[in-house]
């Protein structure tokens, strides 16, 4: 059967209370010209719900088996079509009432109509939106994960990789590369621990709500929430429509995650000038300049800084969308306080995964860090040290000698801290426990204090390992959920189609008899 655009613009034309469709040009701002976006977006997460409602309301006797199954049936062929029905035409109401309003003229009121038995837009919009977020929160920690793996992996091949860490951009002790990596994983593990929250927060499903007040017809939601992979119904019918708190904790998390990326592509942006040289990226992660013949750049790391900055904005735009409007349903908050989640959520996956590639493509230039580890006189901490703890020497004065030597080398022009104490102090030289002053030599004994030692280095590989294969065994036990909810879930439409079948017509046998 062929349902016309005019019998789809009678249904929506004439609600009862509204007549006529929305005006053109807001239709047009509000749900576009036509609807395929929408129903590529919103559609298949739609569906679903509706399977699990109806499911849930044969099962319970609250509709008749006769019912349900004709709309199940149409739904599965309307989705295996593409939905090719509905392709082309006009949502003046938006797509779920385009959707439900070619039921009602395809089956018929009787039957296409019980759709929104027990249910409203409202808690069925925020069900698919956790539904929907869910995923880009998993498809967010596995992209952040692979990132930290590919961190603690170049930590490991960069073990001797000595350069000097900055502060105040100006070279101040030695470490190396495998020490300033795995203390980005490690700083990558807290922003994951904040994504995990809000997949757990995401775990509760707001079906049954209803428009704001719940139903008077004995449902279960907890058979609804169980067949879409949600580990329970919401307690609370006003906050489960009412509230978008989840979208403003992602955004947070996203934000906080992109500080964390923006700093580290900027360190690597510095490493990779001329002026640095500390690393060199491959040729398939640069570009060149159409004018100047010379110029190699690393310009996805300007990139990776643009998005990392996005969440940050998207949050601020969605909390004021949100701020100050009444606790109830709201198209402020459940509308135009969601929109800047998604763009924000694509571009952060999308700097994560550059940045990983410019990790794992980067390649120390070990002389270069070595040479400017010297030249920057970031072994003077550990000979202060060596003063205290050799000759006893208290640390503020400690600090002034070495100062002084360092001061007499800016007048000699001398570079190297261990040449020029030799000379100044070579009473500090004599003996088995004189002072080693090669930057790894430094490195190698700072182990206190989370230093940049070997075996604290190494401790702290382990550790964030350790929190990886936690984190992504919970993700791929929270995959596996889905997957099974959505077999469940599909099984029980075969089980009433199949009672549908051995029923005579409208005897309305409960599913779950």
């Given at each position: 059967m062929v349902i016309s655009n005019a019998q789809i613009l009678a249904h929506l034309g004439d609600t009862g209370r509204v007549a006529g469709t929305l005006h053109p040009k807001a239709q047009a701002i509000l749900f576009g010209d036509v609807a395929d976006d929408a129903i590529d977006r919103d559609l298949p997460w739609i569906t679903q719900v509706d399977r699990a409602h109806l499911v849930m309301m044969a099962e319970t006797g609250l509709l008749p088996i006769a019912h349900v199954s004709p709309l199940l049936r149409r739904i599965d062929e309307m989705e295996c079509s593409g939905f090719a029905s509905l392709r082309g035409r006009s949502a003046p109401r938006g797509v779920y009432l385009l959707y439900e309003t070619y039921l009602i003229a395809d089956l018929g009121e009787e039957i296409g109509g019980v759709l929104q038995t027990a249910r409203s837009r409202n808690d069925l919009g925020a069900t698919v939106l956790r539904m929907r977020?869910?995923?880009?929160?998993?498809?967010?920690?596995?992209?952040?994960?692979?990132?930290?793996?590919?961190?603690?992996?170049?930590a490991e091949a960069c073990a001797d990789a000595v350069f000097p860490i900055y502060t105040h951009y100006q070279p101040a002790q030695p470490v190396t590369l495998a020490h300033y990596y795995a203390g980005v994983a490690g700083a990558l593990?807290?922003?994951?621990?904040?994504?995990?929250?809000?997949?757990?927060?995401?775990?509760?499903?707001?079906?049954?709500?209803?428009?704001?007040?719940?139903?008077?017809?004995?449902?279960?939601?907890?058979?609804?929430?169980?067949?879409?992979?949600f580990s329970t119904p919401w307690a609370h019918s006003i906050d489960a429509v009412a509230s978008r708190d989840a979208v403003l904790r992602l955004l947070a998390a996203l934000g906080i995650l992109g500080v964390t990326v923006s700093r580290l592509a900027h360190d690597l942006q510095l490493w990779t000038t001329g002026e640095f040289g500390f690393l060199t990226v491959a040729d398939d992660l640069v570009g060149t300049s159409s004018m100047m013949p010379q110029k190699r750049n690393v310009y996805m790391l300007e990139h990776i800084k643009g998005m990392a900055a996005a969440p940050?904005?998207?949050?601020?735009?969605?909390?004021?969308?949100?701020?100050?409007?009444?606790?109830?349903?709201?198209?402020?908050?459940?509308?135009?306080?969601?929109?800047p989640v998604w763009a924000a959520a694509s571009g952060?996956?999308?700097?994560?995964?550059?940045?990983?590639?410019?990790?794992?493509?980067?390649?120390?230039?070990?002389?270069?860090?070595r040479l400017r580890a010297i030249s920057g006189q970031t072994n003077a901490t550990a000979l202060a040290d060596w003063l205290v703890r050799e000759r006893g020497m208290p640390f503020?004065?400690?600090?002034?000698?070495?100062?002084?030597?360092?001061?007499?080398?800016m007048v000699q022009g001398v570079v190297d801290l261990a040449t020029a104490a030799r000379d100044a102090h070579p009473e500090w030289f004599h003996g088995e426990r004189s002072p080693h002053l090669k930057p790894i030599d430094v490195v190698a004994a700072q182990e206190h204090?989370?230093?940049?030692?070997?075996?604290?280095?190494?401790?702290?590989?382990?550790?964030?390992?350790?929190?990886?294969?936690?984190?992504?065994?919970?993700?791929?036990?929270?995959?596996?959920?889905?997957?099974?909810?959505?077999?469940?879930?599909?099984?029980?439409?075969?089980?009433?189609?199949?009672?549908?079948?051995?029923?005579?017509?409208?005897?309305?046998?409960?599913?779950?008899?």
């Open positions: 977020l869910r995923q880009v929160v998993a498809d967010l920690l596995t992209g952040l994960s692979r990132l930290q793996t590919t961190l603690l992996r170049r593990d807290r922003d994951a621990e904040a994504l995990h929250a809000v997949l757990t927060d995401l775990d509760r499903c707001p079906l049954g709500a209803g428009a704001v007040g719940g139903t008077g017809l004995p449902i279960d939601t907890r058979r609804t929430a169980a067949l879409l992979g940050m904005g998207a949050l601020t735009a969605a909390a004021m969308a949100m701020h100050a409007t009444p606790f109830s349903n709201s198209i402020a908050v459940g509308t135009e306080g969601v929109k952060m996956a999308d700097a994560l995964t550059l940045v990983r590639l410019i990790v794992a493509g980067a390649e120390p230039n070990q002389g270069a860090m503020r004065r400690a600090h002034h000698e070495v100062g002084g030597v360092i001061r007499g080398m204090g989370g230093g940049p030692g070997p075996d604290s280095t190494i401790r702290e590989i382990e550790r964030v390992r350790a929190s990886l294969r936690t984190r992504r065994a919970a993700l791929v036990a929270q995959h596996r959920r889905w997957r099974a909810a959505r077999q469940t879930l599909r099984s029980a439409v075969e089980r009433v189609l199949d009672i549908a079948v051995i029923d005579r017509p409208g005897q309305g046998h409960p599913a779950g008899a």
